[in-house]
C-alpha cells in the first residue's frame, strides 16, 4: 500500500475542530469552516492552480452552446499530478486531518482534486449527490470545497440539504435538468432545511459529505468563481459494483487498474492522513 508523503510546505499546522462541529457535520451533512487556509498559503496555491487550468483545460465554446453540466463550471480535474505547488496544497495534512476528523475515520485518501470554475454568466449547478459518480464502497467519503477569492453569494456559493445525506443512494441522477427538477422535489416533500454558505472569504472551506445534496446558484457578476476541491475517502474502502456510466468512468480515471472488489487505494490514492 502507498505510503504517507510529509507534505509539510502547505497547510502543515492543524486547524482545531470542536466536538460541536463535528456533531453539526454527522447531523447536517456539511459544514462552512472560517479560515481552514492562511492568507499567505492560498496566493501562493493560487497562483499555480490559475496556471495548471490555464494548460490543462481545454474549454472553447462559448456558454451558449454548452449543456446545462458545461455551463454550471469550468472542471479541471487532477491537478496535483501537473504542479508541484498545486500537489502540496491538495495532499495538505491539515486538510486531510480535517475530512478524517469530520468523518469519524482514522485515515483518508485521496480521490481527486477539481477546480471548480464558474465563468460569469455560468450557469447554475443543479441539485445532486457527488456519490452518484464515485465507486467506492461506503459512506466514509467528503469533499472540501475553497474558495481561492473572496466569494459572495450571486457568484455561486454553496447551498445544501440539511440531513439529507442520511437517505443514501437517491438513483442514477446525474448532475443536471431532470436531477434539479426531481431532487428539488424530493427535498421539498422530506421538508429538508436548505442552508447556504452566503459569502466565503478565500480559505474558507465547506466539506460535505458524498451523499449530501448540494448544488450553486449561477454567476451574476463580473468576476469568474475561483474554488478548488479535494475529494476523500476512508482508508480501507474497496472499489463497489458498477451500476452506472459514470463509476466506470471514475473508475477507469481514479482508480485505474482496480475493479469491484479491490481494496481502493491504488498509485493515485496516496495515504494523507495519518
Same mark, same amino acid.
Given at each position: 500500500?502507498?505510503?504517507?508523503?510529509?507534505?509539510?510546505?502547505?497547510?502543515?499546522?492543524?486547524?482545531?475542530?470542536?466536538?460541536?462541529?463535528?456533531?453539526?457535520?454527522?447531523?447536517?451533512?456539511?459544514?462552512?469552516?472560517?479560515?481552514?487556509?492562511?492568507?499567505? /498559503?492560498?496566493?501562493?496555491?493560487?497562483?499555480?492552480?490559475?496556471?495548471?487550468?490555464?494548460?490543462?483545460?481545454?474549454?472553447?465554446?462559448?456558454?451558449?452552446?454548452?449543456?446545462?453540466?458545461?455551463?454550471?463550471?469550468?472542471?479541471?480535474?487532477?491537478? !496535483?499530478?501537473?504542479?508541484?505547488?498545486?500537489?502540496?496544497?491538495?495532499?495538505?495534512?491539515?486538510?486531510?486531518?480535517?475530512?478524517?476528523?469530520?468523518?469519524?475515520?482514522?485515515?483518508?485518501?485521496?480521490?481527486?482534486?477539481?477546480?471548480?470554475?464558474?465563468?460569469?454568466?455560468?450557469?447554475?449547478?443543479?441539485?445532486?449527490?457527488?456519490?452518484?459518480? !464515485?465507486?467506492?464502497?461506503?459512506?466514509? *467519503?467528503?469533499?472540501?470545497?475553497?474558495?481561492?477569492?473572496?466569494?459572495?453569494? /450571486?457568484?455561486?456559493?454553496?447551498?445544501?440539504? $440539511?440531513?439529507?445525506?442520511?437517505?443514501?443512494?437517491?438513483?442514477?441522477?446525474?448532475?443536471?435538468?431532470?436531477?434539479?427538477?426531481?431532487?428539488?422535489?424530493?427535498?421539498?416533500?422530506?421538508?429538508?432545511?436548505?442552508?447556504? $454558505?452566503?459569502?466565503?472569504?478565500?480559505?474558507?472551506?465547506?466539506?460535505?459529505?458524498? !451523499?449530501?445534496?448540494?448544488?450553486?446558484?449561477?454567476?451574476?457578476?463580473? *468576476?469568474?468563481? /475561483?474554488?478548488?476541491?479535494?475529494?476523500?475517502?476512508?482508508?480501507?474502502?474497496?472499489?463497489?459494483?458498477?451500476?452506472?456510466?459514470?463509476?466506470? $468512468?471514475?473508475?477507469?480515471? !481514479?482508480?485505474?487498474?482496480?475493479?469491484?472488489?479491490?481494496?481502493?487505494?491504488? /498509485?493515485?490514492?496516496?495515504?494523507?492522513?495519518?
Amino acid at each position: 500500500m502507498p505510503q504517507t508523503e510529509n507534505h509539510a510546505n502547505v497547510a502543515a499546522t492543524d486547524y482545531p475542530l470542536q466536538p460541536q462541529q463535528r456533531d453539526s457535520f454527522s447531523k447536517d451533512g456539511h459544514i462552512l469552516l472560517r479560515g481552514l487556509a492562511k492568507p499567505e /498559503e492560498l496566493a501562493t496555491a493560487r497562483e499555480a492552480i490559475l496556471a495548471s487550468v490555464k494548460e490543462l483545460n481545454h474549454e472553447t465554446r462559448a456558454l451558449a452552446d454548452r449543456d446545462t453540466y458545461g455551463k454550471a463550471f469550468l472542471q479541471t480535474m487532477n491537478l !496535483w499530478r501537473h504542479n508541484e505547488t498545486v500537489k502540496q496544497f491538495v495532499l495538505a495534512r491539515r486538510f486531510a486531518k480535517v475530512a478524517a476528523e469530520l468523518m469519524g475515520v482514522s485515515g483518508v485518501r485521496l480521490y481527486h482534486d477539481q477546480a471548480l470554475f464558474k465563468e460569469s454568466g455560468g450557469g447554475p449547478t443543479p441539485w445532486h449527490q457527488d456519490q452518484h459518480y !464515485w465507486p467506492l464502497d461506503t459512506d466514509k *467519503t467528503i469533499t472540501m470545497w475553497m474558495p481561492l477569492i473572496d466569494l459572495i453569494p /450571486e457568484m455561486g456559493t454553496m447551498h445544501f440539504a $440539511s440531513g439529507s445525506h442520511t437517505g443514501g443512494y437517491l438513483g442514477d441522477l446525474p448532475i443536471s435538468d431532470k436531477s434539479e427538477e426531481v431532487l428539488e422535489a424530493f427535498i421539498k416533500d422530506k421538508g429538508y432545511p436548505v442552508v447556504r $454558505s452566503g459569502a466565503m472569504g478565500a480559505g474558507d472551506a465547506t466539506f460535505h459529505t458524498g !451523499w449530501c445534496l448540494h448544488g450553486a446558484p449561477g454567476n451574476t457578476r463580473p *468576476t469568474t468563481r /475561483e474554488a478548488m476541491t479535494v475529494i476523500y475517502f476512508a482508508d480501507g474502502v474497496r472499489v463497489a459494483p458498477i451500476d452506472n456510466p459514470n463509476r466506470q $468512468s471514475d473508475l477507469d480515471s !481514479w482508480l485505474p487498474g482496480l475493479k469491484s472488489g479491490d481494496q481502493a487505494a491504488s /498509485e493515485l490514492n496516496p495515504l494523507l492522513y495519518p
